[in-house]
C-alpha cells in the first residue's frame, strides 16, 4: 500500500478509536446499576489512578480509593476519588482502618485525615489520608481490607484488595 493511501486509512482508524468506552456517555453520580460491560466483547473500563498508585474500587464503582506508596518513608497516602477517578471527594471521616496482612501476621494501618492548605481541605472536609509505619519500608505487596469508610453518606466496609493490584 502506497503511503499517500496509508495515511487518510489510519487517520479513519484512529478517528473511529475515539468513540470507544469514554466517549459520548455520562454516568453522572455513577450511581447507575450496571457494570462496565459495555457489549463490545470484553473491552474492561479501567481508570487510571492520579498519583500513580493502588485503585480500589467502592461499591459498584460509585467511588474510589487510591493507595500511594512511599516506601523510603514508610508512608502510604489514601485519597479519596469519584467513581471515574477524576474528582477528589471530601469526606467527614478523622480516620479510617485498612488490616494489611503479610504472611501470617496482621498489621492495622490507621490513616488520619490530612489537610492541605493550597486545595482549603481540613481534618473533617478533606479526600486526603496518610499513616506511616516502619513495616512499609520494606512491604512490596500484601492482602489488605479497608474495614469501614463513610463517604458521602454511604458506609463501605469489609473492601478486599491486594497491594499493589487493587480490586479493579
Do not use: Y
Request: charged fraction near 20%; hydrophobic fraction near 40%; include cysteine.
Amino acid at each position: 500500500m502506497k503511503l499517500k493511501t496509508f495515511f487518510p486509512i489510519a487517520a479513519v482508524v484512529a478517528g473511529l478509536s475515539l468513540f470507544g468506552c469514554g466517549g459520548g456517555h455520562d454516568h453522572g453520580a455513577h450511581g447507575h446499576g450496571h457494570g462496565h460491560d459495555h457489549g463490545d466483547g470484553g473491552h474492561a473500563h479501567e481508570h487510571v489512578a492520579p498519583h500513580g498508585g493502588t485503585a480500589v474500587v467502592l461499591g459498584d464503582e460509585v467511588f474510589h480509593l487510591e493507595f500511594v506508596h512511599v516506601p523510603e518513608e514508610g508512608l502510604m497516602d489514601a485519597f479519596v476519588l469519584d467513581g471515574h477517578m477524576e474528582e477528589f471527594v471530601r469526606i467527614k471521616a478523622e480516620s479510617f482502618t485498612v488490616a494489611a496482612t503479610i504472611g501470617e501476621k496482621t498489621e492495622k494501618l490507621v490513616f488520619a485525615a490530612k489537610g492541605n492548605d493550597a486545595t482549603g481541605e481540613k481534618v473533617g472536609d478533606t479526600s486526603q489520608f496518610t499513616v506511616q509505619a516502619d513495616w512499609l519500608k520494606t512491604a512490596t505487596n500484601f492482602n489488605a481490607v479497608v474495614e469501614l469508610i463513610d463517604v458521602s453518606g454511604t458506609s463501605f466496609t469489609n473492601v478486599n484488595f491486594k497491594f499493589p493490584e487493587g480490586n479493579e
